[in-house]
Each structure stands twice: as structure tokens, then as C-alpha cells.
């Protein structure tokens, strides 16, 4: 029983130990690294975005996203203009503007949820390398009148 109890004690001193090492560490991080000048390079930005990043609030949800005018662009590669992701019921509808995925393998409107984009105007394309336009894995697209342009580098 001894035994039992002195191992407990010894996983919270190691728990205790670990987060108290990693938030200092991570404040001297924090004052001697460029993380805003880090998290924006080519390599990492592709992947992540800055929580104050536009793009981040046009991800998608199970609530609607209405785009009517504008330009949105996705340069990175491997990057979605705006997506519609995972168990998603939400509804994104397109009426005007230019969304476009102008790095290599991008795609300008991504629904890899199981909610519904409708595209009913402006216009949509992927001019980077093996990139698509509009990119849909198990919710539903519907591209409606007036038409809508749709330009793209890869046919699926």
C-alpha cells in the first residue's frame, strides 16, 4: 500500500514539474522568438492561421456563411479559399465576388462536411498547379442560375 501511495505522489510531482517547466519555457519562447513573423512564413502559414485571420472565421460551421461581393484568395499551397469541414451541418451560399485558390494545389470552395454550398453568382477559380475550384466530398453543391463562372486547372 506504501508503495502505491509513494507512486501517486511521484506522478504529480513529475505532472507538477512538466507544466510548470513547458509555461516558463513557453514565456521565454514568447520573448525571444518572432512567433508573429514565424507563424506567418510560407511553411507554416500553408497549414496554420493566425486566429485573426479572416479566413478563419469563413471556415464553416452549423451556422451560414453568406459571401455577396468581394475577393477572397487562397495563395498558399495546400490551402482552401473557404471551407466547409467536418461534421458540419451549415449552409454557405455564394452570390457575387471572386473566390479564387491561386497556390499549387489549392482549391477555392471546399465542403468536406455534410453541410450545402450553393453557388449562384460571381466567380469561382483555381489557377494554380493541380488545383481545383470547387471541391466536394460528402455534403452537397449546388450551383444555380444566374450562372455562376467556374474556371479550373484539374478535372476529378
Request: charged share 10%.
Amino acid at each position: 500500500m506504501e508503495q502505491k501511495k509513494g507512486l501517486v505522489k511521484y506522478f504529480w510531482q513529475v505532472t507538477y514539474a512538466h507544466t510548470i517547466s513547458y509555461f516558463i519555457a513557453g514565456i521565454i519562447a514568447t520573448a525571444f522568438f518572432d512567433y508573429r513573423e514565424w507563424w506567418s512564413s510560407e511553411y507554416i502559414s500553408a497549414f496554420y492561421r493566425d486566429f485573426e485571420a479572416p479566413i478563419v472565421a469563413l471556415g464553416g460551421g452549423d451556422g451560414t456563411v453568406t459571401i455577396t461581393g468581394g475577393t477572397i484568395e487562397a495563395t498558399g499551397s495546400y490551402s482552401n479559399a473557404v471551407q466547409q469541414s467536418g461534421n458540419h451541418i451549415g449552409t454557405m451560399t455564394i452570390t457575387d465576388g471572386m473566390i479564387e485558390a491561386t497556390g499549387n494545389n489549392s482549391t477555392a470552395v471546399s465542403n468536406i462536411g455534410s453541410g450545402v454550398v450553393t453557388i449562384s453568382g460571381g466567380t469561382v477559380s483555381a489557377t494554380g498547379s493541380d488545383s481545383r475550384a470547387v471541391y466536394n466530398w460528402s455534403g452537397t453543391v449546388n450551383i444555380t442560375e444566374p450562372p455562376a463562372v467556374i474556371i479550373g486547372t484539374r478535372q476529378i
